[in-house]
């Protein structure tokens, strides 16, 4: 039986679809059966320029056990990118090199 129970975030970024670049301002992420992928349930996400219209989008079918994995990289990832470069990634941050205490 498939939920159809979909969380959404709003994004801002790029995808890179068929037809070329694109804005993605959605991920609509659910585990349910896919569509695809060789699994009988599966971490399904659909980064979307515009949730009201099915053209634009980049979907990803991964298995429950990468998604784990995928999430754990992902903050990593981030934490390596802040460390290297001092950007600013708190909640409300600007995503931009952190400002010394002095500039403030």
């Known amino acids: 039986m498939c939920t159809w129970i979909i969380e959404k975030a709003e994004m801002y970024g790029s995808g890179k679809g068929a037809d070329g670049w694109f804005r993605m301002n959605q991920a609509n992420v659910y585990y ?3 569509y695809n992928a060789p699994l009988d349930h599966a971490l399904i996400i659909d980064f979307v320029a515009d949730p009201e219209k099915p053209g634009n989008r980049v979907a990803v079918e991964i298995s429950a056990e990468s998604a ?3 999430v754990e990289s992902i903050e990593i990832a981030l ?4 460390d290297a470069h001092a950007v600013d990634l708190t909640p ?5 090199p ?4 002095s500039a403030h």
């Open 98 to 101: 952190a400002m010394p205490s």
């Open 79 to 82: 934490q390596t990118g802040v």
């Open 92 to 96: 409300g941050g600007t995503g931009h």
């Open 68 to 70: 784990r994995r995928l």
């Open 32 to 34: 349910d059966h896919p």
